[in-house]
Nanobody, 124 residues
Framework: QVRLVESGGDLVQPGGSLRLSCAAS????????VGWFRQAPGKEREGVSC????????PLSDSVEGRFTMFRDSAKNMVYLDMNNLKPEDTAVYYC?????????????????WGQGTQDAVPS
Protein backbone atom coordinates (compact mmCIF):
# COMPACT_ATOMS: atom_id res chain seq x y z
CA GLN A 1 0.00 0.00 0.00
CA VAL A 2 1.45 3.32 -1.09
CA ARG A 3 1.63 5.89 1.67
CA LEU A 4 3.20 9.33 1.96
CA VAL A 5 3.53 11.29 5.21
CA GLU A 6 4.77 14.87 5.24
CA SER A 7 6.22 16.69 8.21
CA GLY A 8 8.24 19.77 9.05
CA GLY A 9 5.82 22.59 8.36
CA ASP A 10 6.21 25.58 10.65
CA LEU A 11 5.89 29.32 11.08
CA VAL A 12 8.99 30.95 9.59
CA GLN A 13 9.93 34.60 9.30
CA PRO A 14 10.57 36.06 5.84
CA GLY A 15 14.04 35.23 4.67
CA GLY A 16 14.20 32.15 6.83
CA SER A 17 14.65 28.50 5.90
CA LEU A 18 12.72 25.31 6.47
CA ARG A 19 13.09 21.65 5.59
CA LEU A 20 10.04 19.56 4.79
CA SER A 21 10.19 15.78 4.92
CA CYS A 22 8.15 13.13 3.17
CA ALA A 23 8.27 9.54 4.38
CA ALA A 24 7.31 7.05 1.68
CA SER A 25 6.18 3.47 2.09
CA UNK A 26 4.79 0.86 -0.26
CA UNK A 27 7.20 1.87 -3.03
CA UNK A 28 10.84 2.90 -3.42
CA UNK A 29 11.67 6.56 -4.02
CA UNK A 30 14.59 5.29 -6.11
CA UNK A 31 12.27 3.69 -8.64
CA UNK A 32 9.61 6.36 -9.08
CA UNK A 33 9.45 10.12 -9.35
CA VAL A 34 8.10 12.04 -6.36
CA GLY A 35 6.85 15.60 -6.44
CA TRP A 36 6.22 18.40 -3.96
CA PHE A 37 3.12 20.50 -4.50
CA ARG A 38 1.52 23.29 -2.54
CA GLN A 39 -1.85 24.94 -2.16
CA ALA A 40 -2.32 28.40 -0.75
CA PRO A 41 -5.68 29.54 0.62
CA GLY A 42 -8.07 30.31 -2.20
CA LYS A 43 -5.62 29.20 -4.88
CA GLU A 44 -5.21 26.18 -7.08
CA ARG A 45 -2.69 23.53 -6.16
CA GLU A 46 0.62 24.05 -7.94
CA GLY A 47 3.80 22.14 -8.53
CA VAL A 48 6.90 23.07 -6.53
CA SER A 49 9.58 20.52 -7.34
CA CYS A 50 10.01 16.95 -8.47
CA UNK A 51 12.80 14.41 -8.20
CA UNK A 52 13.35 11.85 -10.93
CA UNK A 53 14.56 8.28 -10.52
CA UNK A 54 18.06 9.49 -11.37
CA UNK A 55 17.90 11.87 -8.44
CA UNK A 56 17.60 15.03 -10.51
CA UNK A 57 15.70 17.87 -8.85
CA UNK A 58 13.39 19.60 -11.31
CA PRO A 59 11.75 22.86 -10.24
CA LEU A 60 8.10 22.96 -11.27
CA SER A 61 7.67 26.66 -10.57
CA ASP A 62 9.77 29.67 -11.58
CA SER A 63 8.95 31.25 -8.23
CA VAL A 64 10.95 28.67 -6.27
CA GLU A 65 13.85 28.06 -8.62
CA GLY A 66 17.11 28.91 -6.89
CA ARG A 67 15.46 28.96 -3.46
CA PHE A 68 14.02 25.44 -3.06
CA THR A 69 15.95 22.19 -3.41
CA MET A 70 14.52 18.69 -3.40
CA PHE A 71 16.57 15.62 -2.58
CA ARG A 72 16.11 12.09 -1.32
CA ASP A 73 17.56 9.60 1.13
CA SER A 74 17.11 6.22 -0.49
CA ALA A 75 18.18 4.32 2.63
CA LYS A 76 15.37 5.95 4.60
CA ASN A 77 12.99 6.00 1.63
CA MET A 78 12.36 9.68 2.19
CA VAL A 79 12.36 12.85 0.12
CA TYR A 80 12.98 16.35 1.39
CA LEU A 81 12.35 19.90 0.33
CA ASP A 82 14.81 22.51 1.52
CA MET A 83 13.25 25.95 1.32
CA ASN A 84 15.44 29.04 1.63
CA ASN A 85 14.78 32.77 1.54
CA LEU A 86 11.14 32.14 2.31
CA LYS A 87 8.58 34.74 1.32
CA PRO A 88 4.99 35.36 2.47
CA GLU A 89 3.77 34.00 -0.87
CA ASP A 90 5.30 30.64 0.05
CA THR A 91 2.63 30.22 2.73
CA ALA A 92 0.68 27.09 1.80
CA VAL A 93 -0.05 23.50 2.64
CA TYR A 94 2.74 21.43 1.11
CA TYR A 95 2.10 17.94 -0.20
CA CYS A 96 4.29 15.20 -1.56
CA UNK A 97 2.86 12.93 -4.22
CA UNK A 98 3.68 10.20 -6.67
CA UNK A 99 1.98 8.65 -9.68
CA UNK A 100 4.40 5.71 -9.69
CA UNK A 101 6.04 6.79 -12.92
CA UNK A 102 9.72 7.31 -13.65
CA UNK A 103 9.33 10.80 -15.02
CA UNK A 104 8.17 13.98 -13.37
CA UNK A 105 4.83 15.48 -14.33
CA UNK A 106 3.96 19.11 -13.72
CA UNK A 107 0.21 18.43 -13.78
CA UNK A 108 -0.80 17.87 -10.17
CA UNK A 109 -4.07 16.18 -11.05
CA UNK A 110 -2.22 13.34 -12.71
CA UNK A 111 -0.74 12.21 -9.39
CA UNK A 112 -2.62 9.38 -7.75
CA UNK A 113 -1.02 9.12 -4.31
CA TRP A 114 -0.85 12.04 -1.87
CA GLY A 115 0.15 12.70 1.68
CA GLN A 116 -2.03 14.62 4.11
CA GLY A 117 0.03 17.80 3.76
CA THR A 118 2.04 19.99 6.11
CA GLN A 119 1.41 23.69 6.72
CA ASP A 120 4.06 26.31 6.16
CA ALA A 121 3.40 29.91 7.14
CA VAL A 122 5.53 32.93 6.34
CA PRO A 123 4.00 36.13 7.77
CA SER A 124 4.15 39.35 5.81
Amino acid sequence: QVRLVESGGDLVQPGGSLRLSCAASGFSVENFAVGWFRQAPGKEREGVSCITISGTDIPLSDSVEGRFTMFRDSAKNMVYLDMNNLKPEDTAVYYCATDLREHCNIIWSSYEYWGQGTQDAVPS
